[in-house]
């Protein structure tokens, strides 16, 4: 046993993250190195709607230098899922893009994710089985999931 074994309660976090706290605009997360002269600013939300009503959203930045996009999975009514610190990484080769399982309801019908243009994801589904979803295009093919770009739904809302 060592004396890092924490006791229950609050979780050990390096975050500082206030969102969901206040209206204001999502605070821009530290800088992520994405080039050598990063200026990364909030862009705009993607909301997922089901049914007409919004159930979560992918909050979108962007480095005004090398434009490369960087997105953040938000659940309303739940704090901010991710715990890592500054951005969340993505390959040149990669695009952001939500999954959607049609075999799920709600809050666990949609996820953000990182596609490549082709081959195989391993994906976790909801209830934490991992299985191989194939790509093509940079969209999923499968007859119980599917996906779609981020970027191509900027400030709109999509019905999944
Ligand atoms: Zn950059």
Sequence with gaps: MSESDAPSGK??????KTLGESDEKPKTPEIYKCCDNPQITYLAPVNINIDERTIGSVDVWRCASCMKAFCEEK???????SDIVGMPRIEDDEKWVVIISKLQKGKDKWKLGKLKQNGMIKFETADEKIIDLKINDYK???????????????????EI
């Design 140 to 158: 999923i093919v499968d007859d119980f999931h599917s996906s779609f770009l981020v970027l191509d739904h900027i400030h709109t809302a999509v």
């Design 75 to 81: 659940t309303l009514g739940i704090d901010s899922i």
């Design 11 to 16: 979780p050990q976090s390096y975050t500082r």
